[in-house]
Antibody, heavy 120, light 108 residues
Framework: EVQVVESGGGLVQPGGSLRLSCAAS????????MSWVRQAPGKGLEWVSSISAGGSGTYYADSVKGRFTISRDSSKNTLYLQMNSLSPEDTALYYCARRDASGWYSLDYWGQGTLVTVSS | EIVLTQSPGTLSLSPGERVTLSCRASQSVTSTYLAWYQQKPGQAPRLLIYGASSRATGIPDRFSGSGSGTDFTLTISRLEPEDFAVYYC?????????FGGGTKVEIK
């Protein structure tokens, strides 16, 4: 069974840092591109970042570019999101999602999310 | 950046009704790269449709997608009680994903 499980969320002060993790199981992690998508309380979905299957390609939304870094460790089947210079606008539920491998660029499996709250 | 606009924002309907949700793009979208998701309260989004018209694994055939260019549609032929949720469209272009603002389908 395909599973992705996020962790690492919490309360952080403005200007602080946090690293999110996403543990993947039930599929060959190294064959799939992965993404982070966030959802602010009561709001819609916002794409944050994606990484290619091999890890050489990384992509970011303008709202996080230069502050967030996506990475992956295929030996641990884990995706990461390093978040620096956090602001209250980054408060959201952060989802990890697997991108389909067939070229459709849809997100076919999602975790339940980890909550990041940026507040003093 | 391609902007996706979903309309209406909210639909109030009764079980058994047919519903059509709209997703309009600010510029042409490759149909291969257009997807629809369903999200229920407290749950993660679930992929419904990919490639504009292909149903994802396990999705009932009352859900269908269509469209091309800048206009795409998600149709639910007959609303079931479990279909009341928020629906999002999503597209891929130039290494970026963008989502529409969502349409909430609520019980009338």
């Amino acid at each position: 069974e395909v599973q992705v499980v996020e962790s690492g969320g919490g309360l952080v002060q403005p200007g602080g840092s946090l690293r999110l993790s996403c543990a993947a199981s039930g599929f060959t992690f190294s064959n799939y591109a992965m993404s982070w998508v966030r959802q602010a309380p009561g709001k819609g979905l916002e794409w944050v970042s994606s990484i290619s299957a091999g890890g050489s390609g990384t992509y970011y939304a303008d709202s996080v570019k230069g502050r967030f870094t996506i990475s992956r460790d295929s030996s641990k089947n884990t995706l990461y999101l390093q978040m620096n210079s956090l602001s209250p606008e980054d408060t959201a539920l952060y989802y990890c999602a697997r991108r389909d491998a067939s070229g459709w660029y849809s997100l076919d499996y999602w975790g339940q999310g980890t909550l990041v709250t940026v507040s003093s | 950046e391609i902007v996706l606009t979903q309309s209406p924002g909210t639909l109030s309907l009764s079980p058994g009704e047919r519903v059509t949700l709209s997703c309009r793009a600010s510029q042409s979208v490759t149909s291969t790269y257009l997807a629809w998701y369903q999200q229920k309260p407290g749950q993660a989004p679930r992929l419904l449709i990919y490639g504009a018209s292909s149903r994802a694994t396990g999705i009932p055939d009352r859900f269908s997608g269509s469209g091309s260019g800048t206009d795409f549609t998600l149709t639910i032929s007959r609303l079931e009680p479990e279909d009341f949720a928020v629906y999002y469209c999503q597209q891929y272009d130039n290494s970026r994903l963008t989502f529409g603002g969502g349409t909430k389908v609520e019980i009338k």
